[in-house]
């Protein structure tokens, strides 16, 4: 699509004119993927492809969209990446109607470090002790837990916290995890269920039901349309011996840092923390600690609220937003729609300006221009959600599971045919990591070549105390996805776009 808006002369940098670095790289960049060259790769035919760019270039108002699923893959960087760029270079980006930015009452944290204060990220400090991957932020493939967990040396992990997670299903080459996961002198887990990973650890912290816990949510208001902010009390009382979920975490914190539990002091603690939430939201800590007669969770909100947007910035603005204001408006406070023209505000880089061809990303197209040989025909597999599944975690609810087996392989009629697989029998899927065997599931809207299996079933396993999951247990698409697959950009673990051998079992 770059490649079409460049040569028939669509490009336009719209309301970002002026604020855009790198365009010319990028032109550079993509003159080699033309419709023709890509259309076997994308199994889209070039006509098509040209239309949409041109569509999309042509159009009022029109954006390309993608989602996790896009990220997931072994172009994972690349293809996120470029959503944005075909946005910003068809005029479709920070403008009504197009890709607009999401404006949370609340900033988030996660918001607040920009490249023009911290400098630009460095990647691979140090590799992993076992396979050697790199780290990415701080990360390395989570695949690479199972082999740190089981092979000796110095530097072996021992001991691991876990929080609400299942890798034990939702980790690539997730039998190693399994395998591996017995080997540890301490595994501690907080969760509400015994499942496939939790079953493994030495102490089990009960979680709260989200029905005993009060709820105001950061992370989702930066991706939503609209712009709102809402308070919900919890609905049960708890019992004299509860303990908030963010004390415990608050001591196992400490706990990892070498305290003794004896000596635990979680006002200093979260004194400790809020201090440096002030400084990254630009408050004087000393004359805004006085101010709290509490802490915890509800003075960081509070401080996130009033520093936002729409805050009244401890009284500099006496009609702004507070925790106090937002848990009176029983219905929520409505900010209104998302706003063009933000680039401005939003963007943290040093030439304050949108760098669209950072060298990082651009070298790993040579990798992506090899993989445009390979067999066009082969199959692949990809993952799914189903509107009532959530990874692992909503199988053991009867009402979102009564409805019938949703762990099938959709596949598109004609490869059926080609493959000799009829609904509801089973085939069986092979990869280079492993075999299962599935339900077929017929449907058109399977795309030809690419068959899909649904993320996070697999509920079959001894030891666990899932009574309703077990009796819908499906299979564990991990089984399937290879521990080294992954975008070598990002580090992230590919389970998307996995090569598989299919036929009927």
Known sequence: MCNVIFSEGLFTLGNVEGLVEGVE???EACADFTPERVADFCRIPADTIRRIARDLANAERGGLYGRIGLCNQEFGTLASWLVDVVNIIAGQFDKSGGMLF???????????PDTKIMGEPEFGRWRSRVRGAPEILGQVPCSCLAEEIATPGKGQIKALINIAANPALSVPDSQNLEDALPLLDCLIAIDCYMNETTRFAHVLLPGPSPLESPHFDELMWAWSIGSASKWSDQLFDTGEDYVPEWEI???????????KDADFDFEALDDGWFTTMCQMYGRDPETTLPLYD??????????QLRMGPWGDRYGEDPDGLNLQKVKDAVHGVDLGPMVPNRVPEVIGTPSGKIELAPEYILSDLPRLKKALDRDPDAYVLVSRRNIKSKNTWMHNIKVLVKAGNRCTLIVHPD???????TEGASARVTSEAGSIEVPVEISDEMMRGVVSLPHGWGHDKAGTRLSVAREH???NSNLLAPGHFVDQLSGNQAVNGIPVEVVPA
Request: proline share 7%; with cysteine.
């Open 102 to 112: 999401g404006k949370p009452a609340a900033k988030p944290i996660t918001w607040v």
């Open 249 to 259: 975490l608050a001591r196992l914190g400490w706990l990892c840092a070498g305290k």
């Open 473 to 475: 247990a499906g299979v």
């Open 294 to 303: 509490h802490g915890g969770p509800e003075r960081m909100i509070d401080l």
């Open 415 to 421: 490869d059926a045919s080609e493959l000799g697989l």
């Open 25 to 27: 790289q990028v032109r």
